[in-house]
């Protein structure tokens, strides 16, 4: 007989429902985010004076388009849930559209920033920060898309 028949571990409580897509979407769109801003980290923190302090407001308004784009639900853009304020549907596909105009922004702003200032440099020894700068962006991006369209509503109802 072992002294470890006797321990049970606990059950994890939020894995346990047959209904597993939010959670894999919720999970990769997190990992997503945060190897955006690790790549980002780690270009400032291996080059430091190398990427310009305004370069990091890329970063912050694809997180910003994040939050903008996954404050709204679909039930909403579709005008099933939501037909009260002042603009009603109209205004939550408004907010959708200026979060993915905000995304898309800062992405196209990273890809400027890596050409113009990393690429086509001739006095610049390393690309990495630039190209980090646009990975932040970029993965900023897909995992805002994943957390909005990779998730269901079916289980809010």
């Known amino acids: 007989m072992s002294c470890f028949e006797n321990i049970s571990m606990p059950s994890c409580v939020w ?16 990992l997503l985010f945060f190897a955006g801003w ?12 190398d990427l ?17 784009v996954n404050s709204v ?3 909403q853009v579709r005008g099933e849930t939501y037909t009260g304020g002042c603009m009603g549907p109209r205004g939550a ?43 932040q962006n970029a993965f900023i991006f897909a995992g805002s898309l994943v957390f909005k369209f990779g998730r269901t509503e079916d289980l809010w109802s």
């Open 93 to 135: 596909r408004l907010w959708l559209f200026l979060g993915f105009v905000v995304g898309f922004a800062s992405l196209i702003a990273a890809c400027w920033i890596l050409f113009a200032n990393y690429v086509n440099a001739s006095s610049s020894k390393h690309a990495w920060p630039g190209v980090g700068l646009f990975m």
């Open 73 to 75: 639900s679909n039930a």
């Open 52 to 68: 310009p302090n305004a370069a990091h407001v890329c970063g912050v308004m694809a997180t910003l388009s994040m939050i903008m």
């Open 38 to 49: 690790w790549f980002i980290i780690d270009a400032a923190s291996v080059y430091p004076g």
């Open 15 to 30: 894995f346990e429902s047959g209904e597993k897509r939010n959670i894999m979407a919720s999970i990769l769109a997190g």
